[in-house]
């Protein structure tokens, strides 16, 4: 398999589950600055034009934040990041997943936006995604990871938010969620996915 990323974005989410897997993995890393998402070599692999993409061993591209973390950990079950089908600890995994990328990742978008243009953000867009940020502190609250006290599929995104919301727009980090990104800083998958991606976490 074949992770394409780029530091610091969205896609590692999926490269923390694939570590946290213990996948093998090669990785290609792209400039999003640069473009090399709109190049035609990579619009073959992802015509969306949008990392991270995973490329299967069979030439199968896989897309979006989702279903290559539920995809990398149905096909490595022994690494406990889903629960089995029809167990509630795996639909809670996946609605917390869907949260992140349908509403979480989306709303930092205005925010990204005003970065590129170097614009003030609109205070609207920074309100929203504080919002969220606190619904999640709120939800770690006395546990520290998503589900509980095991770590699972669900934590994948923290570490994005983390970093996207302390370091790229200096907005307010609860205690919860600090306490469980010292905890996911402790797994040795996601130490291994943020040195290949280059991105220093302080807490
Ligand atoms: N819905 C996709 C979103 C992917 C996405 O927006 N990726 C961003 C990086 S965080 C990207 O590739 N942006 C490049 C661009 O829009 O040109 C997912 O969850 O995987």
Same mark, same amino acid.
């Given at each position: 398999?074949?992770?394409?990323?780029?530091?610091?974005?969205?896609?590692?989410?999926?490269?923390?589950?694939?570590?946290?897997?213990?996948?093998?993995?090669?990785?290609?890393?792209?400039?999003?600055?640069?473009?090399?998402?709109?190049?035609?070599?990579?619009?073959? &692999?992802?015509?969306?034009?949008?990392?991270?993409?995973?490329?299967? !061993? !069979?030439?199968?591209?896989?897309?979006?934040? %989702?279903?290559?973390?539920?995809?990398?950990?149905?096909?490595?079950?022994?690494?406990?990041?889903?629960?089995?089908?029809?167990?509630?600890?795996?639909?809670?995994?996946?609605?917390?997943?869907?949260?992140?990328?349908?509403? &979480?990742?989306?709303?930092?978008? %205005?925010?990204?936006?005003?970065?590129?243009?170097?614009?003030?953000?609109?205070?609207?867009?920074?309100?929203?995604?504080?919002?969220?940020? !606190?619904?999640? !502190?709120?939800?770690?609250?006395?546990?520290?990871?998503?589900?509980?006290?095991?770590?699972?599929?669900?934590?994948?995104?923290?570490?994005?938010?983390?970093?996207?919301?302390?370091?790229?727009?200096?907005?307010? &980090?609860?205690?919860?969620?600090?306490?469980?990104?010292?905890?996911?800083?402790?797994?040795?998958?996601?130490?291994?996915?943020?040195?290949?991606?280059?991105?220093?976490?302080?807490?």
């Amino acid at each position: 398999m074949k992770l394409y990323y780029s530091s610091g974005s969205c896609s590692l989410a999926s490269h923390i589950a694939l570590e946290e897997a213990g996948a093998r993995f090669d990785t290609h890393r792209l400039n999003l600055r640069e473009g090399e998402q709109r190049r035609p070599e990579y619009l073959k &692999i992802n015509p969306k034009g949008k990392v991270p993409a995973l490329q299967l !061993d !069979d030439g199968a591209v896989l897309t979006e934040n %989702p279903a290559i973390i539920s995809y990398v950990a149905d096909t490595h079950p022994r690494s406990g990041l889903l629960a089995a089908p029809g167990e509630l600890a795996r639909a809670r995994a996946q609605e917390w997943m869907a949260w992140c990328a349908s509403a &979480i990742h989306p709303s930092f978008g %205005p925010l990204f936006g005003a970065l590129r243009t170097q614009a003030p953000a609109d205070e609207a867009a920074r309100a929203t995604v504080q919002g969220h940020l !606190d619904r999640f !502190d709120q939800w770690l609250a006395g546990k520290p990871f998503v589900l509980g006290e095991q770590r699972s599929a669900a934590d994948a995104y923290t570490m994005v938010f983390y970093n996207w919301g302390r370091n790229l727009f200096g907005l307010r &980090i609860g205690d919860h969620i600090k306490k469980s990104v010292k905890a996911l800083l402790e797994l040795p998958g996601v130490q291994r996915a943020l040195a290949t991606q280059e991105v220093k976490i302080e807490v």
